[in-house]
């Protein structure tokens, strides 16, 4: 008797259906995560259609969402400039707006893609040494408080108004929060992982690629990430002189010149632009270093 209650028992565990339950509650919070940020999207640009229409504002002061909407259709088409004119221009400042964008992430791409690869060079160097880390660290927290609008005069002097100041402007931006980040990551390791993994007879390229470097990597994607926005924040400065085509230079013409709806949609097209790279960066934090997420 015992026996049979125990195998219904059993039975009974075996077939309940967990997965569909689970499966079923995933998928109706994401559907509530993204109903929720939509909501909050239509409820800034509400308020902000309400604002330019109703507070009596002048449009070259705030423009109305609908304006700048057509800003960013008008700028990726070919249009002539009067009805009774034949010739066609195409975009704006020369360029269509997504060539001025993708003028500006290969920039970005060079810039930032040195500065990451130098930083976690110096930053796992200087974590290695303490006696290198008491002299050099100074000098990258000095170089990480510098400003890009300090010495974007002096890159102009000292490389052109070219291409070549601005990589290295934004290089400066990136490298040394790469190198900060890296350098925390190394230091944040446990010595009782090594000295564990070493008393099990690893060797070094051993302990490098199943303690240290998965330990540090979490660090090292959050200072890209971060490095990523600075570069962001920093490409209006770097695009100032001679930055067509270039999403930051046409940010800051379209501002000198009062057309207000193509500086907003430019700085629309800014965030949305950082936005998708710093999710990308978080996808390959959660790929790459599943166990930081679920800290």
């Not at 604002?51 to 009596?56: E, I, L, P, S």
């Not at 013409?253 to 057309?259: A, K, L, N, P």
């Amino acid at each position: 008797m015992s026996t049979t209650i125990r195998a219904d028992a059993t039975a009974t565990k075996t077939t309940t259906p967990p997965v569909a339950v689970k499966s079923g509650g995933v998928g109706w919070g994401r559907l509530t995560h993204i109903g929720r940020h939509l909501g909050v999207l239509a409820g800034v640009i509400a308020v902000w259609w309400a604002v330019a229409r109703w507070a009596g504002l002048d449009p070259v002061v705030l423009p109305g969402p609908g304006e700048v909407a057509d800003k960013l259709v008008s700028t990726n088409l070919c249009e002539a400039p009067s009805a009774s004119s034949n010739r066609q221009e195409c975009g704006v400042q020369g360029y269509f707006l997504w060539r001025h964008l993708l003028a500006t992430i290969e920039r970005i791409s060079v810039g930032l893609g040195a500065g990451t690869v130098v930083g976690i060079l110096v930053g796992w160097g200087l974590g290695s040494s303490a006696a290198v880390r008491s002299i050099v660290e100074p000098y990258l927290s000095f170089l990480r408080a510098l400003p890009p609008l300090g010495y974007i005069g002096l890159l102009i002097v000292w490389f052109g108004i070219g291409d070549q100041s601005k990589v290295v402007l934004l290089f400066l931006a990136s490298f040394p929060t790469v190198a900060v980040a890296t350098l925390s990551g190394v230091t944040g390791v446990r010595r009782d992982w090594v000295l564990a993994t070493q008393s099990l007879g690893a060797n070094r390229r051993q302990v490098f690629r199943t303690v240290l470097l998965p330990g540090a990597l979490p660090d090292i994607i959050n200072g890209i990430r971060l490095a990523s926005g600075l570069c962001w924040s920093a490409i209006v400065a770097a695009e100032m002189n001679d930055g067509i085509p270039g999403i930051g230079g046409l940010a800051y013409i379209s501002g000198t010149q009062m057309d207000t709806a193509l500086a907003i949609a430019c700085i629309i097209v800014i965030g949305v632009a950082a936005l998708l790279l710093d999710q990308l960066l978080l996808w390959v934090e959660r790929t790459y270093a599943p166990w930081r997420t679920k800290q």
